[in-house]
């Protein structure tokens, strides 16, 4: 016979087990499985339309029945995207559009869309009563969105609830910074490129700065020389800066890299550059970009420059946008067709440098975005 006392221990045990395999059981059935991607099923692409115009718009190429809605976004929402949209960029299930509106009128903004429908899920305003803070970029880090602004200022969004939820006023001495344009993030760390706007002129021009995403406060300021436009980080931990050339001081266009683990600039090259896209171990820049054009591959080793993308002898009239595909490697370049305000064109190119398919947008497309089919 079994003890009572005996008895209720090999009860509580038995329970104990049940409880433990239950919870496991229950831990792994929530675990969500990634999707599996096995193919790219279409394009958006922004295009940011003339100043002053009002004519923004995401154009979406449909890759398996070779057709393109030139405004999607309009159709889908019965609305105007707005003046001059400057990024756009996927987080999730939801692509983020920037736009910048124009300087003295309330038309500042950031959509947020559905990526699976273009449909407008929320308009989050960045605009005082009568005068927009004209956002510029937008990046991602651990479920946060932080946007560049002309006027100095860092806004965090959160991709949650969708709403600023902080804000970090740069500074210049005792002026408030201006001029903010494109940004990236590496180690835990938000890098912002201070431009040399001649709009702006309390502007850092020619910094770096770098803030700590933990405390969202600024750490430093890297000199990269005048008129710093363009960043892009790389998996190794490299930053890569494109420099502009400023018509009101004439200094050269450079490419300078940044450890991140130092915030050291560790290589300056001088090269003419318009935009660059990285993406895993693959980046891209496009070269004189007003005369004679290319794209070429920076070795990310090096930070060198290779030979042309393009192999098949394509033409691109004026380069004005360029974005890697993350799951192929295949890169967009984007046609403003001489900042034509009405139409331009989107060439794919496979690695081998020849065009896999190319389709008409509205005018002066920069940013893609891509849907894909799945396993």
């Keep these: ?27 792994r059935s929530i675990t969500p499985k990634v999707p599996e991607i096995s193919g790219t099923k279409g394009i958006y692409m922004l295009c ?7 004519n923004s718009a995401i154009s979406y190429y449909d890759i398996a029945t070779n057709k393109v809605e030139k405004d999607i976004y309009s159709r889908v929402n019965k609305a105007a995207l707005g003046e001059t949209a400057n990024d756009l960029k996927a987080y999730g299930s ?3 559009c920037v736009v910048s509106g124009t300087q003295g009128e309330a038309k500042s903004f950031i959509d947020v869309m559905d990526i699976a429908t273009c449909k407008s899920l929320k308009r989050i305003s960045f605009n005082s009563t009568n005068d927009g803070f004209m956002p510029r970029y937008i990046t991602f880090y651990k479920d946060k969105a932080y946007v560049s602004r002309y006027d100095g200022k860092i806004s965090r969004i959160d991709t949650a609830s969708l709403t600023v939820d902080g804000e970090l006023q740069l ?12 940004l990236a993030v590496a180690n835990g760390k938000l890098y912002v490129t201070n431009s040399s706007h001649p709009y702006y002129p309390n502007g850092l021009k020619s910094k770096v700065t770098v803030i700590d995403l933990n405390t969202f406060t600024k750490v430093k300021d890297i000199e990269v020389g005048n008129n710093p436009a363009r960043i892009a980080a790389a998996n190794n931990g ?14 050269d266009p450079t490419l300078v890299r940044i450890n991140s683990n130092t915030d050291a600039v560790t290589q300056i090259e001088k090269y003419d550059l318009g935009t660059i896209n990285i993406v895993k171990d693959q980046a891209w820049v496009t070269k004189d970009v007003y005369n004679k054009s ?12 290779g030979n042309s993308l393009i192999t098949d002898g394509t033409t691109i009239a004026t380069m004005y946008g360029l974005t890697v595909n ?15 305000g009405s139409t331009g064109k989107a060439y794919v190119f496979g690695l081998d440098g020849k065009t896999k398919y190319s ?7 920069q940013h893609a975005v891509f849907t894909y089919t799945y396993k």
């Design 238 to 251: 490299d930053l890569y800066v494109i420099t502009w050339q400023d018509f009101t001081i004439f200094n």
């Design 1 to 27: 016979m079994i003890h009572l006392n005996c008895f209720k221990r090999v009860v509580l045990v038995f329970l104990a087990v049940a409880m433990l395999l239950s919870a496991c059981k229950k831990e």
């Design 48 to 54: 940011e339309g003339l100043w002053g115009q009002n």
């Design 94 to 96: 939801k692509m983020y």
């Design 326 to 340: 993350p799951f192929d490697g295949s890169v967009v370049v984007a046609d403003s067709e001489g900042n034509n």
């Design 359 to 365: 389709f008409a947008t509205a005018g002066l497309p």
């Design 171 to 182: 500074m210049n001495g005792t002026k408030k910074a201006e001029g903010l344009e494109g």
């Design 294 to 305: 290319t794209v070429r591959p920076i070795d990310l080793s090096t930070g060198k420059l």
